[in-house]
């Protein structure tokens, strides 16, 4: 399984180095952060030598390269990287900017679910039909549950590489998958984070593949989900003024994926992104976080909007096919992630929910139809619409724009 010497490739002094690692059982393992590999690994990187120009350098074979010792981004950090491997910079347009001074401070929606049922319906609505984001509190999850799938995900993008090894796939239909950056070679500029991806319905997953980790704390995680999002969808569609099951019964509670991200620290975050700017293509989205904040944003008009950590708090946002099953009454709105300027890493954990009847017809709903407001968007087949999400990269809100009946690129 391991060759004698692996290359790592590392940006410094404006180019491409190769570091030549001997042992890389040694190198990457838990006791890769001993003193004396780390000196070792900095007289390396002091001594190394140019090996791309700006005439030779050829991103597609430093992605292959990159890809294929399977270290992730948590790797390049542990080798003592200083500087940024170039197919992670990202063009300015794409970087967050100065912050604009003597504007009112924009902030997301707090929801209290232990309110009036009939007040938080209408705060989930305005903040739907608005900002597509918002975040709940005393909800029906622990947060000692929430604190256990936090943990038990640090605990495993943590591990040595050799463990995580064994998880990291690219391969579709995977249970489970670990990797850096699912659309690493469609996108023009790769992110700053690593991912664990684990399907949890409609099949349950095969427990003994999934990380011993974090499988436990998915497990437990996933059934206080479950609870949750049938009570989310069914205020959603009371706020959309239909039965409040119709989202349960085109199977939107039963294709659920959990999706985690490391954020390790970034040498230089002014260069590059934890997530681009992009909307979710499913149906509802929910999100826990560490204490690690101020790094997702969301987009209100022209203004980029810090989500504040709040513990015990739960980030909800809409995804593309509510947005298109709700015939635009309900938004999904751009969001990213900021590089990592400090040193704990930052650790998301979310759940998607999509519909599990992949096959099946969806559009807008028929009840929200008329004269006065006929359909936005075409009906289309869940696993087509899903097969083009996955084919492009993480860019910005042009899924749905395809999609439109007056779309012109069809």
């Not at 100065?98 to 924009?106: M, T």
């Not at 650790?347 to 008329?370: M, N, T, W």
């Amino acid at each position: 399984m391991f060759n004698s010497c692996y290359k790592l490739y590392l940006w410094a002094s404006g180019g491409f180095k190769t570091l030549q690692i001997p042992n890389l059982r040694s190198q990457f393992s838990s006791s890769s952060t001993s003193d004396h590999h780390h000196r070792r690994r900095r007289r390396n990187l002091s001594t190394m030598s140019a090996v791309t120009t700006e005439q030779s350098y050829d991103r597609l074979e430093e992605v292959k390269q990159f890809d294929e010792l399977k270290i992730g981004v948590k790797g390049l950090v542990d080798s003592g990287v200083t500087a940024i491997p170039r197919f992670f910079h990202h063009p300015p347009e794409n970087l967050p900017g100065p912050k604009p001074k003597n504007r009112p401070q924009l902030t997301i929606p707090v929801i209290d679910l232990s309110g009036e049922r009939s007040t938080v319906v209408e705060e989930i609505r305005r903040s739907c039909s608005t900002l597509g984001f918002f975040q709940i509190v005393n909800h029906s999850i622990p947060p000692t549950v929430i604190e256990s799938v936090i943990g038990s995900m640090k605990e495993f993008f943590e591990e040595s590489t050799e463990y995580k090894m064994r998880f990291y796939t690219r391969e579709d239909g995977k249970t489970v998958a670990y990797s850096t950056n699912f659309d690493l070679f469609q996108s023009k500029a790769a992110s700053w984070r690593d991912t664990l991806q684990v399907r949890m319905s409609p099949i349950v997953p095969e427990w003994e593949v999934v990380p011993e980790v974090c499988s436990a704390a998915l497990a437990e995680w996933d059934k206080a989900v479950m609870v949750l999002g049938e009570e989310l969808m069914s205020m959603l569609c009371e706020g959309l003024g239909i039965k409040t099951n119709k989202l349960k019964e085109l199977s939107c509670l039963d294709g659920r994926l959990s999706v985690s991200h490391y954020y390790p620290h970034c040498p230089q975050p002014e260069l590059t992104v934890g997530i681009a700017s992009h909307t979710d293509a499913t149906v509802l989205a929910m999100v826990v976080e560490n204490e690690v904040g101020g790094l997702l944003q969301v987009k209100c008009g022209d203004e980029w909007v810090d989500v504040a950590a709040i513990p015990g708090a739960i980030i909800i946002n809409i995804g593309d096919m509510l947005q298109m099953m709700s015939n635009d009454e309900y938004k999904s709105v751009e969001h990213r992630v900021l590089a990592n300027p400090v040193e704990g890493p930052r650790v998301s954990s979310a759940v998607f929910f999509g519909p599990s009847k992949q096959d099946k017809l969806y559009g807008p709903f028929p009840e929200l139809i008329s004269t006065m407001k006929p359909a936005v968007y075409h009906d289309l087949v869940y696993k087509d619409y899903m097969k083009r999400f996955l084919t492009k990269e993480l860019d910005g809100k042009t899924l749905t724009n395809f999609y439109k009946i007056d779309n012109t690129n069809e």
